[in-house]
């Protein structure tokens, strides 16, 4: 199960990352069509859609390499008797608003769909495509705050932290 997770969180990051080239392309695409007047529609739209798609799909990733901005002043003074509780308190919360977060992102998908709802662009995208990212970059987020809740409940977790938080507290 480790190495499924781990693929998982790999392939959002791969994915952010094609989404993250998505957004360079389309604003190339943008500046391209400006200064030669090709006529390409919705170049600023399809840029923002990859840019979200990007940031979504890169939070599981980043939260398991300890990138994510975390307030650890707390946790260090803390003893490890209680920093194992308010690590189990934070992300039950975490994997709590995530799930919600995610069920309501499927659900903003499933309803665009369902009503047809268009980009008010000039591109007239439906909007359930761009939502796709954004409910599975929720989902995936959610499954790593839930295995990270299981691996501190059970004494297995590695808290990672950036080597750029290390120097800066």
């Known amino acids: 199960m480790r190495a499924f997770l781990d693929k998982l969180y790999n392939a959002a990051g791969y994915a952010a990352a094609f989404f993250m080239i998505g957004t360079l392309l389309m604003v190339v695409a943008g500046i391209a069509d400006r200064m030669f007047a090709l006529g390409w529609r919705g170049t600023d739209m399809y840029a923002g859609y990859s840019m979200a798609a990007s940031g979504f799909l890169a939070l599981a990733h980043t939260l398991k ?21 308010l690590e189990i308190w934070s992300h039950g919360i ?5 799930g919600a977060f995610a069920f309501y992102a499927m659900r903003l998908a499933y309803q665009s ?22 409910a599975i970059g929720a989902i995936v ?11 501190e409940l059970r004494g297995r977790r590695v808290a990672l932290e950036s080597e750029e938080a290390v120097h800066s507290e």
């Open 65 to 85: 390499r300890g990138e994510h901005i975390r307030v650890t002043l707390i946790l260090h003074a803390a003893s490890p008797r209680m920093r194992h509780a």
């Open 94 to 98: 975490g994997a709590a608003l995530a």
């Open 113 to 134: 769909h369902e009503f047809n709802d268009i980009s008010t662009g000039n591109d007239a995208t439906p909007l359930w495509i761009p939502q796709i990212p954004m």
């Open 141 to 151: 987020l959610f499954i790593a705050l839930a295995d990270d809740l299981v691996l």
